[in-house]
């Protein structure tokens, strides 16, 4: 016979063996798990015991354990079962689809579709999205080999989803639409709803509301008409947020308690739960704060009555809180977010550093500044290591269960690394580009600056000159001509001496009106310019050429006559001056303007005092940035201007 230790281990077997027959009508899936225990025992017994024939036929007879028959409509509770870890534990519902698909068991066409949607949808949970449309075009390409039409138009469904949040806007319009012509007939009133309620919120996601919200009210009259208390919250809250986004609160508002009042008469809490986070969020944004309140309060009398960490709990809470700091109410919005982290297998729709940032503003808010900025390093440190500590743990059970944790490990390191470097380079082409654009507008602001301080100094010239010429006119032309005029009535009549008089004051006329012509600078160069004014001063000036080419632009050739014509006029009215001499000569990268004159010793601070046109001449030479000076030797005064290149 057996030894002891032998007959305890199969006793131990043939008990586990009764055991999983009996659950196998129950659990179809946990023989997963009874193979791997019944083997490893198996194998332990070989290697302690000769009797390898009769434990080699007990391995064989559990091999057949599938076989022994699993009622074809049990299948569909381990799936269903499956299904419900998609939002609650994602991750399990994957690795059961995975130990489910690679074949433990027969699984027919269907069942197949099934298991891959699952795992897609729980790839999408975990926002794994290039894996989720793989697994849903797996589904549907599997789903139409075989003719499962409302496999395949779920399937489709999904896919345009994973599309849409993808951003490939235009793969899921063709989704949607491919489904939308497959169920025309009005066979599948909630596949219909769902897809026509999935296309508002592409649209809407677009802000094209206007054509968002037709689709939105066809989803709702087509989940009106199902059962299915899920499609119609679906339907009902995408199409009261769009119309209360399109500005239409009222109907919004009263599609979203329309659909309250259908959850509360079906009596199930989850489901009157879910549907007060959307009325909660139109509420605080009108500012009904009495509003808010009410179906706050009224959610919290139904919380003991849903499993805490269900996603309709969580999505209540996290909307409570989030309202409640806009209302101030720190410290009720904190002990919502306490009791979300201490939560057992709780999945916060927020991710986990966005949860305690808020969590870091309620403590702002209370003016705990400890917390609040313990609140903030945690925020950081999850967001750097994107949950490192996490993915590590996942991957260690991974590596217990398969062999191929250290490849994805290294692949998320790589992703996470990638990741990093992107911040960074995204980071720094931000702050390049920021700097950029403030330089450019701060050069523009300095040149526009420029321009108008040229401009009004132009403009302050040209009303100096005017009054320099209205003085000149008043004080010369116009007391010639009270002398002329006296000496008529006076009856004198020396004509020669009256001509005279007529001769120097239309000479002065004709200086004046030279002055008031501008230079013909598109004939003349300024050198020849000067030449010819010095001419005409009837040998009060002299022009001392110079042999040098002189390289100037027309606004500065222009003001430099000016300039000429501004200091002459002074030193000749108002200097005592017998005669000036001019000289213009380039010196490397300067222009250089000298003017002498033998008048009285010239001060320039009394200058400026006494309005003789001082102002005007430096105004001119800051326009055409260069330089000014006055000095006095060997009882000559001269003038000076230097321009440069």
């Known amino acids: 016979m057996f030894c002891p230790k032998c007959s305890c281990i199969i006793g131990r077997i043939l008990l586990t063996l009764t055991k999983s027959l009996e659950l196998f009508n129950f659990c179809h899936l946990l023989n997963i798990y009874l193979y791997s225990i019944i083997i490893l025992k198996i194998k332990t017994m070989i290697s302690i015991c000769p009797h390898k024939l009769f434990i080699y036929a007990i391995t064989a007879c559990i091999a057949c354990i599938p076989s022994f028959g699993s009622p074809a409509g049990k299948n569909n509770d381990w799936i269903d079962e499956i299904d419900s870890y998609v939002n609650s534990n994602p991750d399990s519902a994957i690795i059961l689809c995975n130990d ?9 066409g269907s069942e197949k579709v099934a298991l891959l949607t699952i795992r897609g949808n729980a790839n999408f949970t975990l926002g794994n999205y290039d894996t989720a449309k793989a697994d849903f075009r797996k589904a549907a390409d599997l789903a139409f080999d075989i003719a499962d039409t409302l496999a395949y138009i ?3 469904s999904d896919l345009g989803v994973a599309y849409r949040v993808s951003q490939q806007q235009d793969s899921a319009m063709a989704c949607y639409n491919h489904a939308l012509n497959m169920i025309k007939d009005g066979r599948f009133p909630d596949m219909e709803a769902n897809i026509l309620t999935s296309l508002a919120i592409l649209f809407a996601n677009q802000g094209r509301l206007k054509e968002a919200i037709p689709f939105a009210e066809k989803g709702w009259k087509k989940a009106k008409l199902t059962d299915d208390i899920e499609t119609q919250i679906y339907a009902a809250s995408s199409l009261g947020s769009a119309l209360f986004l399109a500005g239409d609160h009222n109907r919004g508002l009263a599609t979203q308690r329309s659909i309250i009042k259908i959850a509360e008469r079906k009596g199930i809490p989850r489901y009157i739960l879910k549907t007060y986070a959307s009325v909660i969020a139109m509420h605080n944004r009108l500012g009904n704060t009495d509003s808010v309140n009410y179906y706050i309060n009224r959610g919290r009398t139904l919380l003991d009555k849903v499993p805490e960490a269900s996603i309709e709990s969580v999505g209540f809470l996290e909307q409570s809180f989030v309202v409640l700091t806009k209302m101030g109410r720190y410290k009720e919005s904190l002990d919502i977010q306490m009791k979300i982290l201490n939560m057992l297998d709780s999945r916060p729709f927020m991710p986990l550093h966005l949860l305690y940032q808020r969590i870091a503003l309620n403590y702002k808010g209370l003016g705990d500044i400890e917390r609040m900025n313990d609140a903030y390093i945690k925020a950081i440190e999850i967001a750097d290591s994107i949950h490192q500590s996490d993915i590590n743990k996942q991957m260690s059970d991974f590596n217990a269960r398969y062999h191929a944790a250290e490849k994805e490990l290294a692949i998320a390191a790589l992703r996470h690394e990638k990741s990093r470097r992107g911040m960074i380079i995204a980071i720094l082409a931000g702050v390049i580009a920021a700097t950029s654009l403030l330089l450019i507008i701060y050069l523009r602001s300095r040149r526009r600056k420029t321009e108008l301080a040229n401009i009004k100094a132009r403009i302050e010239g040209i009303e100096q000159e005017r009054g320099r010429l209205a003085h000149e006119l008043h004080d010369g032309v116009c007391n010639d001509l009270l002398g002329i005029e006296l000496a008529l009535a006076g009856g004198r009549n020396d004509t020669a001496e009256i001509s005279e008089m007529l001769r120097a004051t239309r000479n002065e006329v004709r200086s004046i009106s030279h002055e008031l012509l501008p230079p013909s600078f598109n004939r003349l160069s300024l050198s020849q310019l000067i030449a010819a004014y010095a001419y005409k001063s009837d040998g009060f000036v002299e022009y001392l050429p110079s042999q040098d080419q002189i390289d100037l632009d027309m606004e500065q050739s222009m003001n430099l006559y000016r300039i000429i014509q ?21 010196s490397g990268n300067e222009t250089i303007l000298d003017i002498c004159d033998n008048g009285i010793a010239f001060n320039p601070d009394e200058a400026n005092s006494s309005g003789l046109g001082i102002d005007n001449i430096r105004q001119r030479v800051k ?9 006095r030797r060997n009882n000559i005064n001269i003038m000076s201007v230097k321009i440069f290149k």
């Open 100 to 108: 489910a698909i690679r074949e433990h068991y027969p699984l027919d």
């Open 154 to 156: 779920n399937a489709l």
């Open 623 to 631: 326009a055409i940035n260069g330089t000014i000076d006055f000095t």
């Open 566 to 586: 501004e200091w002459i006029a002074n030193i000749r009215h108002h200097g005592a001056a017998r005669y000036a001499t001019i000289s213009l000569k380039q």
